[in-house]
């Protein structure tokens, strides 16, 4: 009777002591490491330079990656530079090789603009950005209204261009545009058809009287797309209404 009595009374298994409340105790010597790490980090922070021009590089590289258009900032201090000697000398030590080179390309049309006559330099302009130098010409210069047939004027215009492709080894994109106000014609159902057959025209006679190797230029149309200035009124539009000549860097692809 004593064995069957041990056999029905079932043992309870013991307990097992209570755990200790609150985190591991690794967890307190890893967040003490990591809190110094930040520390370390901020105070390298802190003393190091920070330039701006160097954060943007950065940004627009990070932003290309990742498949984000990148808008090119404008140098103003070459966009806006005369062509005084003693100027030249002090920005020329202050920048680099092909920093120089584009400096020496914004002198170079602008002094070919100087021998222009008033009425053509309205609406031209010249800008910068790290890769290269951008010319641009309203296309009420260049073309007949709503139509891609160069003007008589345009010549003057796309010689100074051929002159500066003669005189240093750039490439080329030129870039149509237009306004917002839509354009219907049998030739141009839109102003897509407009701005890139302007580009085109200008870029043909460019090849042609210069005798510019293939590989070095190309045509873009961008129609309304990427306007300088508001389509508010009459003037802005006709500021909209430009061909652009990106002369850039022939190491980096540009449109």
């Not at 985190?23 to 920070?50: G, H, R």
């Not at 680099?96 to 309205?122: A, C, F, Q, T």
């Not at 306007?227 to 990106?246: A, G």
Request: aromatic letters at 8%.
């Amino acid at each position: 009777m004593a064995e069957q009595a041990e056999e029905i009374i079932q043992k309870r298994p013991p307990e097992e002591p209570p755990g200790d409340e609150g985190l591991p105790p690794w967890m307190a010597t890893f967040a003490d490491m990591v809190t110094l790490l930040l520390c370390f980090f901020v105070l390298l922070l802190s003393f190091a330079e920070q330039s701006e021009e160097k954060y943007r590089d950065a940004l627009g590289s990070i932003k290309g990656a990742f498949g984000v258009r990148e808008v090119r900032a404008v140098s103003e201090d070459m966009a806006q530079f005369n062509t005084s000697s003693e100027a030249t000398k002090e920005l020329a030590s202050q920048i680099s090789h092909d920093e120089r080179l584009l400096l020496g390309v914004i002198m170079r049309i602008k002094s070919l603009l100087d021998d222009e006559d008033m009425e053509l330099k309205e609406g031209t302009g010249v800008t910068a950005d790290r890769d290269g130098v951008i010319f641009s010409a309203r296309s009420s210069a260049m073309f007949k209204p709503g139509s891609a047939e160069l003007s008589s004027k345009a010549s003057k215009i796309l010689d100074n261009v051929v002159k500066v492709l003669k005189d240093y080894k750039l490439n080329l994109v030129v870039r149509g545009h237009t306004d917002d106000r839509p354009i219907s014609t049998r030739k141009f159902p839109s102003n897509w058809e407009l701005s890139a057959a302007r580009a085109a025209v200008a870029l043909d006679y460019i090849l042609d009287k210069g005798a510019i190797e293939v590989s070095r230029a190309k045509a873009v149309g961008y129609a309304d797309t990427r306007p300088t200035v508001p389509n508010d009124s009459e003037e802005n539009r006709l500021k909209n209404q430009r061909v652009e000549f990106y002369l850039h860097m022939p190491q980096r692809d540009a449109w």
